[in-house]
């Protein structure tokens, strides 16, 4: 399966999600649904700019290596674009890479707003509930990844 698929599956899930309620018991349903309709994209015709597609773009552009994250809800206000600048962005700040947006980051004015949200959700990522993920990426298998410490210089910016 293709990277692309896993991000069309989330916007099929969000877009159809925004407009039915399905009760817990039926979501694993509409998530293998999605998921099979993901796969067969090229047969329907229903291909959407999603972050993968930025993302690999501005990768690209960065020089950076390639990666793969998925939406946090409250982001979904930002269109793709600008959502995966600031993800570079923010990642390249966050390994030292880069503490200045390079030419194609420039172009997307909100790029900055959105690289603050991401750097808050970093502060918060090891508490609450949901910590899972956190503890597996910090774990030497992963390469320690989840124990950089966010790009805090950000939201001073």
């Not at 994209?41 to 998925?70: G, H, W």
């Not at 990642?91 to 980051?105: D, F, H, I, K």
Request: charged content about 20%; some cysteine.
């Amino acid at each position: 399966m293709m990277e692309e698929t896993l991000f069309l599956t989330m916007n099929l899930i969000d877009r159809f999600l925004a407009v039915q309620l399905v009760i817990r018991k039926k979501l694993q349903l509409v998530g293998i649904t999605t998921l099979l309709l993901a796969c067969k994209y090229e047969e329907f015709n229903i291909i959407v700019p999603t972050t993968y597609v930025f993302m690999r773009q501005f990768l690209k552009a960065s020089q950076s290596d390639k990666m793969l994250c998925l939406v946090e809800y409250a982001m979904l206000r930002f269109p793709p674009s600008i959502l995966t600048a600031a993800a570079v962005f923010t990642a390249q700040c966050t390994l030292g890479v880069s503490r200045e947006w390079n030419a194609t980051c420039e172009k997307h004015n909100s790029s900055l707003e959105c690289s603050k949200l991401l750097v808050s959700f970093h502060q918060k990522v090891a508490v609450g509930k949901l910590t899972g993920v956190h503890q597996k990426y910090s774990t030497s298998k992963y390469g320690n990844a989840a124990r950089c410490e966010p790009a805090s210089f950000l939201l001073e910016a």
